[in-house]
């Protein structure tokens, strides 16, 4: 079943432009991840933030959580087309399941340059 | 490079037949994940093997089986192929289990004619 809810599920900018995603979920995490995915290819591992901590920055990534609202964003600053691409949050879940990730259903980003 | 192998590629079959999907995971690590990626359904979580030991399993048909080697790579048998099962094949390895940081292999893409 699905943890994560990605919103929106599509988004398109301009190039230089942010481009801002959010993920909903519903129960306790240890932690969640984003994960972005280049057409027809494999995921990739962006960024991990874990539930003490509320924000974390990599490169032009930038990730916060909210486990009061549980829900997490992803920023990405100065957008460039190299960036289009569908986004993934995934959460390792505090509770049962714990032994795997659950992912969201993503947000295609297309970044027009 | 992820470090995740999976091969073949690309599989073209046809309906009632059975395939092998294999995977090699990144050195040293001890999960590996199989997942199931089509448009309608999105990432699906299939099942994980820890150490050569099912950990845990997802919306798994019984027509899908799979088992994790001594040497830890790993296979997904496909059989009684419906169209329905046509999808993108994904392994993922991790160092552990539960929220590790997940390596995904480019994938395999299979298509049931």
């Known amino acids: 079943s699905q943890q994560g809810e990605e919103d929106p599920q599509a988004l398109s900018i301009q190039e230089g432009e942010n481009a801002t995603m959010n993920c909903s979920y519903k129960?306790?995490?240890?932690?969640l991840q984003w994960y972005r995915q280049n057409s027809g290819r494999g995921l990739v591992h962006l960024i991990l933030?874990?539930?003490?901590?509320r924000e974390k920055h990599s490169g032009r990534l930038r990730v916060t959580l909210d486990t009061s609202k549980k829900s997490s964003s992803l920023l990405i600053t100065a957008s460039r087309a190299a960036d289009t691409a569908s986004y993934f949050c995934a959460t390792h879940n505090s509770g049962g399941s714990n032994y795997k990730l659950t992912f969201g259903k993503g947000t295609l980003l297309t970044v027009n340059p | 490079d992820s470090g995740v192998t999976q091969t073949p590629k690309h599989l073209i079959t046809a309906t009632g037949q059975r395939v092998t999907l294999r995977c090699s995971p990144r050195?040293?690590?001890?999960?590996v994940y199989w997942y199931q990626q089509s448009l309608d359904q999105g990432l699906q979580f299939l099942i994980q093997y820890y150490n050569g030991e099912e950990r845990a399993k997802g919306n798994i048909l019984e027509r899908f089986s799979a088992q994790q080697f001594p040497d830890l790579h790993s296979e997904l048998n496909l059989s009684s192929l419906e169209l329905g099962d046509s999808a993108l094949y994904f392994c993922?390895?991790?160092?552990?289990?539960?929220?590790?940081?997940?390596?995904f292999g480019a994938g395999t893409r299979l298509s049931v004619l």
């Open positions: 050195s040293g690590d001890l999960s």
């Open positions: 129960t306790s995490i240890n932690n």
């Open positions: 993922a390895s991790s160092v552990g289990t539960g929220g590790n940081i997940q390596y």
């Open positions: 933030i874990r539930s003490n901590e």
